[in-house]
C-alpha cells in the first residue's frame, strides 16, 4: 500500500506548505514526479467548485481533550477561501501565551492570503491585514500533488489517503488529507499549523454556494499582520522542507 518514491526530488522542490490547509497552496505540480510509482492509485479527487464544510480542530500538543470549532467556506468561481475559527483563533506569531479564545478568519482573495479579526459586529467592519502575499487560493484538483498511501479507516469511514511527504520521514508528512473512497467527501487534514502539527477533522459537509462573505473588509487589509506586544515574532515553520 504504501507509495515509496525519493523523497529527495521533494526536497528540492518548495512546496510552500506555509500553515494549513487553507494554506496548502502546494505552489508546484508534483504529479510528474508522482506517476508510475503507485499504478494502484486511484485518480485523485477533485474539490466541488463552491462548498461549506464545519470542522474541529486538533492541536497535537495541546493533548487529546483540545478541540475547537471552525467552518471553510470554498468558491473557485470567485477564486475565494475562508477558514473561520471560531472562539480560538489559530496562532499568528509565536511569542510569549497570550489569549486566543476569540474569533478569526483566514481569506484567500485576489491571490493573498489576509487575516481577518473579528473585532466588530459586522465581516465588513473587522480588523484585517495581509497574512501572505502571493498565496492564492487552492485550486479544486490540489490532491494531485499528493502521494496516493492506499485505503484506512477513519471514524467510521472507509478512507482514501493522500500525503505529501516534504520530510525524508514518511511518518511525519508535510501534510495529509484523507476523503471517503466512495463519494470523495473531506474527512481529515493533517497539516503543520504555527504551532506545531494540528488536524482538521471535517464534518458536514455540503456542496453549493458559501453562505458568508467572501469578500475583504472595508480597509482593503493591504497593511502587512506584524507581531504585536513584546518578545512576539514570526514563527519558524517547523519542518524545514514545509517552507
Ligand atoms: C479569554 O480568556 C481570558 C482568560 O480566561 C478571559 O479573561 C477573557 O475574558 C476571554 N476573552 C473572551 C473574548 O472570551
Ligand atoms: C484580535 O483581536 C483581539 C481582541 O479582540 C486581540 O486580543 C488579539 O490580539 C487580536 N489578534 C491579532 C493577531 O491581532
Ligand atoms: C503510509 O502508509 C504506511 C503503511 O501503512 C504508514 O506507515 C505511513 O505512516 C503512511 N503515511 C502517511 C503519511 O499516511
Not at 515553520?237 to 517552507?243: A, D, Q, R, T
Request: hydrophobic share 35%.
Amino acid at each position: 500500500m504504501t507509495a515509496t518514491m525519493p523523497t529527495s526530488t521533494f526536497n528540492k522542490r518548495r512546496s510552500r506548505c506555509a500553515l494549513f490547509l487553507f494554506v496548502l497552496a502546494a505552489g508546484e505540480t508534483l504529479a510528474a514526479s508522482i506517476s508510475g510509482s503507485e499504478a494502484s492509485s486511484p485518480k485523485p479527487p477533485m474539490w466541488p467548485d463552491q462548498f461549506t464544510s464545519k470542522f474541529t480542530v486538533r492541536i497535537e500538543k495541546y493533548g487529546d481533550d483540545f478541540n475547537k470549532p471552525g467552518v471553510v467556506y470554498y468558491n473557485w468561481k470567485t477564486k475565494t477561501l475562508r477558514s473561520d475559527f471560531i472562539d480560538w483563533c489559530l496562532p499568528l506569531f509565536e511569542g510569549p501565551a497570550r489569549y486566543q479564545n476569540y474569533t478569526c478568519s483566514f481569506l484567500m482573495a485576489d491571490g493573498n492570503m489576509y487575516f481577518v479579526n473579528h473585532t466588530a459586529s459586522s465581516w465588513q467592519d473587522h480588523d484585517c491585514c495581509l497574512f501572505a502575499g502571493g498565496l492564492g487560493t487552492i485550486t479544486p484538483d490540489w490532491v494531485k500533488n499528493c502521494q496516493y498511501n492506499g485505503t484506512d479507516m477513519l471514524r467510521g469511514q472507509k478512507v482514501d489517503v493522500w500525503w505529501f511527504p516534504g520530510t525524508s520521514d514518511p511518518s511525519k508528512p508535510c501534510y495529509g488529507y484523507w476523503d471517503t473512497v466512495d463519494d470523495h467527501t473531506p474527512v481529515q487534514f493533517f497539516g503543520l499549523a504555527s504551532i506545531g502539527p494540528a488536524i482538521l477533522d471535517y464534518d458536514s459537509f455540503k456542496v453549493g454556494p458559501p453562505i458568508a462573505d467572501m469578500t475583504k473588509p472595508h480597509g482593503g487589509c493591504s497593511k502587512e499582520c506584524e507581531p504585536t506586544g513584546p518578545g512576539a515574532r514570526l514563527f519558524d515553520i517547523p519542518w524545514p522542507s514545509c517552507g
